[in-house]
T-cell receptor, first 114, second 113 residues
Framework: DQQVKQNSPSLSVQEGRISILNCDYT??????FLWYKKYPAEGPTFLIS?????DKNEDGRFTVFLNKSAKHLSLHIVPSQPGDSAVYFC?????????????FGKGTKLSVKP | GAVVSQHPSRVICKSGTSVKIECRSL??????MFWYRQFPKKSLMLMAT?????????EQGVEKDKFLINHASLTLSTLTVTSAHPEDSSFYIC?????????FGPGTRLTVL
């Protein structure tokens, strides 16, 4: 049973436009959500996170939105840049991101075209 | 941000040999480290949770006698793949639990011939 789902395996966006990556989860006990960015043959790099007590967190070009009633979160990248091309993993945890194990989605490969 | 290193970054070994992978948290102490394995086109799969000074907790389906984990200090955890076989070839990633997030190492590409 997949608790964290990223239903789009890939996404292609034009440079300068918005990239929206989606993530759904099934476990209502999750209270902390994170997005990681991963280049081939490298470990994931932390991007942005959000606690379940919030519905939005913004950091520069990256914004994460959380809809608890729909058990859905999304990552918005505006404006998208070619260097953003990577695989993005959504991850969820309970008891806070530093306490519980992270459960990862399968990732979405983002391609930003010049 | 916090830095986690892994060594080696890439290793090729013969079937039947053992391989040790080191994971170090460079600028913070990590009482808990995690070992993940990434399969092609799949998510990161948690293999085990490594706690400093105690036995590792393995996920279901992960052979503890094959994947030996030692967390000897607050900055070092090791994963030893014993009697490696070609099906063990994969990308192994460690992470260390920091104050607000988990920080990942760069990964180790293991190829078993």
């Amino acid at each position: 049973d997949q608790q964290v789902k990223q239903n789009s395996p890939s996404l292609s966006v034009q440079e300068g436009r918005i990239s929206i990556l989606n993530c759904d989860y099934t476990n209502s006990m999750f209270d902390y959500f994170l997005w990681y960015k991963k280049y081939p043959a490298e470990g994931p790099t932390f991007l942005i996170s959000i606690s379940s007590i919030k519905d939005k967190n913004e950091d520069g070009r990256f914004t994460v939105f959380l809809n608890k009633s729909a058990k859905h979160l999304s990552l918005h990248i505006v404006p998208s840049q070619p260097g953003d091309s990577a695989v993005y993993f959504c991850a969820a945890s309970n008891y806070g991101g530093s306490q519980g194990n992270l459960i990862f989605g399968k990732g979405t490969k983002l391609s930003v075209k010049p | 941000g916090a830095v986690v290193s892994q060594h080696p970054s890439r290793v090729i070994c013969k079937s039947g040999t053992s391989v040790k992978i080191e994971c170090r948290s460079l600028d913070f102490q990590a009482t808990t480290m995690f070992w993940y394995r990434q399969f092609p086109k799949k998510s990161l799969m948690l293999m085990a949770t490594s706690n400093e000074g105690s036995k590792a907790t393995y996920e279901q389906g992960v052979e503890k006698d094959k994947f030996l984990i030692n967390h000897a200090s607050l900055t070092l955890s090791t994963l030893t793949v014993t009697s490696a076989h070609p099906e063990d070839s994969s990308f192994y990633i460690c992470s260390a639990r920091g104050p607000t997030s988990q920080f990942f190492g760069p990964g180790t590409r293991l190829t078993v011939l």
